[in-house]
């Protein structure tokens, strides 16, 4: 396995990048895609581990951050799926490289500082790296769970341009120090180059199209829509179910995350990856001012300087 990707500063997009796209409009999708991650995350922590009953008994529609949930968070604060990816961001930015030594390092400093949550998966391939020195965790059939897809988002905007192969291994780096599953490389690779498709504007049938279905006919674990998926588990197959049924099936980017996050079960989980696909989409203007006011200060200036640091990486090289 390649345990380094290298990105190169680039004063021009890799010719995957439409030469159309506005850098400022790209600029600001960036942005919101990583403001999306986060308001999904403080969004469906409020009602993580609930049944869709439970949460229309309690809340009718959730649709406002509030804190609290099993984890009894305060208004705007986020977990392990917002924090995770700003702890690969910082890696990424201290090196300039896609490398898993200093992304394992960083995971394993996020741990130590005793996160508000942390998966087992998450944890086990922590203790393992912290035991062994090596950065890739046993392959695993029980490791297809969502916590490298959760904090992917990164990669998605250091590798923007590069081309699919180079994506893809990038993507392995960053996720089998926890996860190394066919699954959940799978899943994940797919949302990343859908994140970055519609960072430069493809329709969102593209999508669909282009990598939904595809990935749901490889693996039938992601067939979406013939059943809608409820109270969906960390596993990747039930993920990415709920996530394509919010995104293709609703409209806007606050309809998309309340869709998702309503549906119970890891609702943070969900809510994150979906925020982070519908603010690719619609972009920062679609975002509720009411959402941003909520979310915690520090959070929200966290993931837009970081949004920007990373796309200054442009790409990797060719």
Known sequence: MVSS??????????H??????????????????????????????TVEFMTPNE??????????????????????????????????????LATGDINALPIAAAFDAWMRAKPVDIGHTVRSGLIHYRRTGITTA??????????????????????LGASEAKVRQASKVQ??????????????????LMIQALFCGQPLNQQLHHYAHPLATKHPEFCFRKRPCQNPSGFIGHTLRVVFEALFDTDSFEDCIVEAVN????????????GVLAGAYYGETAIPPRWLKALDANILGACSEQAEQLLSLRCLSE
């Open 5 to 14: 990707v290298r990105p190169h500063l680039n004063q021009n997009l890799d």
């Open 16 to 45: 995957r990048i439409d030469d159309r796209v506005d850098p400022a409009v790209l600029q600001s999708r960036v942005r919101a895609s990583y403001l999306g991650l986060a308001i999904g995350d403080a969004l469906g922590a």
């Open 55 to 92: 949460i229309r008994h309690q809340y009718g529609v959730h649709k406002e951050i509030i804190g609290g949930g099993w984890l009894r968070l305060k208004k705007g604060q986020v977990t392990d799926d917002t924090t995770m990816a700003l702890a690969l961001g910082r890696a990424i």
């Open 138 to 159: 046993p392959e695993d059939e029980m490791s297809a769970g969502n916590g490298a897809c959760m904090r992917c988002l990164p990669i998605a905007i250091a590798t």
């Open 175 to 192: 996720a089998h120090i926890t996860h190394n599953n066919p699954l959940s490389d799978a899943g994940t690779e797919t949302v990343i």
């Open 263 to 274: 549906r119970g079960g890891d609702a943070d989980t969900t809510g994150a990856i979906a």
